[in-house]
């Protein structure tokens, strides 16, 4: 069983960055999509930011260029660099991978963007 661990989050002032966390129980780069998701209350979850095996990436409308993801050299953690964060970005944060047809997603790491 692959175990994801996301760790990160935490309390963070309008304009403020974090960077999130997530380590595989099994090297990242044998996935062939790795990506962060994001859950704020009372909506639905949607993604943030995937990044394939080969290193492609792609963002959703909302990040407008402040949010980057990555990978270490080594493969074994994914990132997600979080910069001018507002409180339209408190949520919770997920990492997910897919290996073969099975998508495997981590517990959850709390952002919250408050004053």
């Known amino acids: 069983q692959v175990q994801l661990v996301e760790s990160g989050g935490g309390l963070v002032q309008p304009g403020g960055s974090l960077r999130l966390s997530c380590t595989a129980s099994?090297?990242?780069?044998?996935?062939?999509?790795m990506a962060w998701y994001r859950q704020a209350p009372g909506k639905e979850r949607e993604l943030v930011a995937r990044i394939t095996a080969g290193g492609s990436t792609d963002y959703a409308d909302f990040v407008m260029g402040r949010f980057s993801i990555s990978r270490d050299k080594v493969g074994s953690t994914l990132y997600l660099q979080m910069n001018s964060l507002t409180s339209d970005d408190t949520a919770v944060y997920y990492c997910?991978?897919?290996?073969?047809?099975?998508?495997?997603w981590g517990q959850g790491t709390q952002v919250t963007v408050s004053s």
């Open positions: 997910a991978g897919a290996l073969g047809v099975t998508d495997f």
């Open positions: 099994r090297n990242i780069f044998s996935f062939k999509m």
